[in-house]
């Protein structure tokens, strides 16, 4: 189907970062049935504001799939130190992954070294606790070569991944922005493809761009649920 191998389907069901809950409406019904679900197919993890980091925690213990909550949403302009309090608050309460959104309004005032300092000093919190720290750099208002300074600039950082969207904000994930990421920082960061996700096949053309994780919504079960697709619980 698509022009994509089962393996494939696979190698992305396992790498899904199931954002379904990141919403504005979602209900604490609407996240524990989200980590069912995630627990069903063996999603990478599960993202939600920090507000449910508990039922997180809680419905997805002992399944292998990651409690993940956003720092610093939606644009990254809230104070350094605000972030480094909400990535601390939620790595002690149990969060195993972390997305955080740089500083995007310094980014396009050319301050540099301002974002840099930002995604250090929250790295820094976060690095004890050992989960992977994805930095968003919102390719949607960034030009090509905006894309490759701020791939290079958080490889600098240490960070494991770029991540292309928020979701919240304009643009969508495309395997020309991916491919300019993996280009500029090659093996030194991972990268999410995240925003406008819209099938199986998007999915996994990013992955074969160089993304190595994927955030997709519900649309996704509904197609896997078509195809007949097994879950592992």
Request: glycine share 10%.
């Amino acid at each position: 189907m698509w022009n994509v191998t089962k393996e494939e389907i696979q190698t992305l069901v396992s790498s899904i970062d199931y954002s379904e809950v990141l919403t504005i409406t979602a209900s604490e019904a609407d996240v524990v049935a989200a980590c069912r679900t995630a627990r069903m197919y063996g999603f990478r993890a599960v993202v939600a504001f920090p507000q449910f980091l508990g039922i997180l925690v809680d419905e997805l213990a002992g399944s292998g799939v990651r409690a993940q909550i956003p720092v610093g949403f939606p644009c990254g302009g809230v104070t350094t130190r605000v972030k480094c309090v909400e990535a601390e608050e939620g790595l002690k309460r149990g969060a195993s992954d972390l997305d955080m959104v740089m500083n995007i309004a310094a980014f396009k005032s050319g301050q540099y070294g301002k974002v840099r300092k930002d995604i250090e000093e929250v790295l820094a919190v976060a690095r004890p606790f050992k989960v992977p720290f994805k930095v968003i750099i919102e390719i949607g208002v960034l030009t090509d070569d905006e894309i490759v300074t701020a791939a290079k600039l958080v490889a600098d950082t240490g960070a494991d991944f770029v991540k292309t969207c928020t979701g919240f904000g304009p643009g969508r994930a495309t395997c020309h922005a991916i491919e300019l990421i993996k280009e500029a920082a090659g093996d030194r960061v991972k990268i999410k493809a995240s925003g406008g996700v819209a099938s199986i096949e998007d999915g996994v053309a990013f992955m074969r761009s160089g993304a190595s994780v994927v955030a997709m919504r519900k649309h996704l079960v509904e197609q896997l649920e078509r195809i007949g697709w097994k879950g592992k619980e």
